[in-house]
């Protein structure tokens, strides 16, 4: 019986050795747990600074649009300041000197139009027979002339466009269609 109990005891037996035990696969279960607890406090405090993040972008966004509707016209209102300026001088003037006003007052228009020029707004000045346009024009009245219907017959008042939104129609006089009778 002794040979039997021999080869018994030769034969290998795996049990797990300390070295094994070492690896983070072998851990034991108050260590993974403490890993576990670990690795969801950092999970934490990633979502917190994330949240923080995108909160100060929407607030610095929100100040960037506040300012930007707050001082959109400040280029134009400084482009403006001469044509003031202008203005008062031709009210203090008292020489009476016509051409010395009419001078001033075209300094003042050009200034005026540098201004609408920098800031790109256009004039909508329409020709005599020209199409009505409403997305341009604004017929005040119709009157009887020997030109096509829904042309234009006379401009009141120029209309202007700042890019490509209409400001002020132009204000025109439109030829109307003939008696059907």
Do not use: C, W
């Not at 002794?2 to 035990?21: M, R």
């Not at 923080?52 to 959109?72: S, V």
């Amino acid at each position: 019986m002794q040979p039997e109990n021999k080869t018994e005891i030769e034969t290998p037996v795996h049990e797990p050795s300390d070295h094994t035990a070492e690896t983070p696969a072998e851990a034991t279960v108050p260590e993974l747990q403490a890993r576990i607890h670990e690795l969801e406090g950092q999970l934490k405090d990633e979502q917190l600074r994330s949240l923080a993040t995108e909160q100060n972008l929407r607030r610095r966004h929100q100040e960037e649009i506040q300012n930007t509707h707050k001082f959109a016209g400040q280029k134009f209102a400084t482009a403006m300041l001469p044509v003031k300026d202008y203005l008062e001088m031709a009210l203090q003037d008292q020489s009476g000197n016509f051409d010395a006003l009419k001078m001033g007052v075209e300094m003042t228009l050009n200034e005026l139009n540098k201004a609408f020029e920098q800031s790109k707004v256009t004039e909508i000045n329409p020709k005599v027979g020209d199409k009505l346009d409403p997305h341009h024009h604004q017929a005040l009245q119709t009157v009887d002339s020997d030109q096509e219907p829904n042309t234009i017959v006379n401009t009141m008042k120029k209309g202007y466009a700042l890019a490509d939104r209409v400001l002020r129609p132009a204000m025109v006089t439109v030829a109307k269609a003939a008696d059907a009778s």
